[in-house]
T-cell receptor, first 113, second 114 residues
Framework: DVKVTQSSRYLVKRTGEKVFLECVQD?????MFWYRQDPGLGLRLIYF???????EKGDIPEGYSVSREKKERFSLILESASTNQTSMYLC????????????FGEGSWLTVV | GDSVTQMEGPVTLSEEAFLTINCTYT??????LFWYVQYPGEGLQLLLK?????DKGSNKGFEATYRKETTSFHLEKGSVQVSDSAVYFC?????????????FGTGTRLLVSP
């Protein structure tokens, strides 16, 4: 089975802190994604990466950056956390650019106080 | 741009009732269509998918048929169980995005009582 692992399930951070959310997949997938989930808004794409060191902005990239130094790892960075970034963050991965399934991690609940 | 519209919830049913959750989409060409399920406190799991018109995806008693003519992918189950209580997301991947990313609906919460 494909496994997408998010290192932190629950985090509480202070406003202005730099926050790292880490994601690792074990299936040698080319594509990796970070989504944000909010009630009533569904899932919205923040960034995705289709190769090492490659990244593209999604629908809501403001206030976020990403890093992909190794194929299996994709990090989401909040340079200066704000309360409106309190949310559930979901990492995902998939193989290639076709119609393959996208697999999700269990999510990271981030609260910014 | 591409979009997915789901019925608003929550949908509240008694055990063994019939379930339908409506999903319609807007996309260019022939997108792939998915239903994902999110159980309380967990991430998303793929429930079923269909990649071309008239395909039927099925899993765990759930079914959905890709209807190109009505741009719909409604989720159905003949007899729901308490354990089906979860949030269900309809999603698509399309040529507009090189099939690289999923576009989601807002999700529909299902509550099944004994």
């Amino acid at each position: 089975d494909v496994k997408v692992t998010q290192s932190s399930r629950y985090l509480v951070k202070r406003t202005g802190e730099k926050v790292f959310l880490e994601c690792v997949q074990d299936m040698d997938h080319e594509n990796m994604f970070w989504y944000r989930q909010d009630p009533g808004l569904g899932l919205r794409l923040i960034y995705f990466s289709y190769d090492v060191k490659m990244k593209e902005k999604g629908d809501i990239p403001e206030g976020y950056s990403v890093s992909r130094e190794k194929k299996e790892r994709f990090s989401l960075i909040l340079e200066s956390a704000s309360t409106n970034q309190t949310s559930m963050y979901l990492c995902a991965s998939s193989n290639g650019q076709g119609r393959d399934t996208i697999y999700f991690g269990e999510g990271s609940w981030l609260t910014v106080v | 741009g591409d979009s997915v519209t789901q019925m608003e919830g929550p949908v509240t049913l008694s055990e063994e009732a019939f379930l339908t959750i409506n999903c319609t989409y807007t996309a260019t060409g022939y997108p792939s269509l998915f239903w994902y399920v999110q159980y309380p406190g967990e991430g998303l799991q793929l429930l079923l998918k269909a990649t071309k018109a008239d395909d039927k995806g099925s899993n765990k008693g759930f079914e959905a048929t890709y209807r190109k003519e009505t741009t719909s992918f409604h989720l159905e189950k003949g007899s729901v169980q308490v354990s089906d209580s979860a949030v269900y997301f309809c999603a698509l991947r399309s040529l507009n995005t090189g099939f690289q990313k999923l576009v989601f609906g807002t999700g529909t919460r299902l509550l099944v009582s004994p």
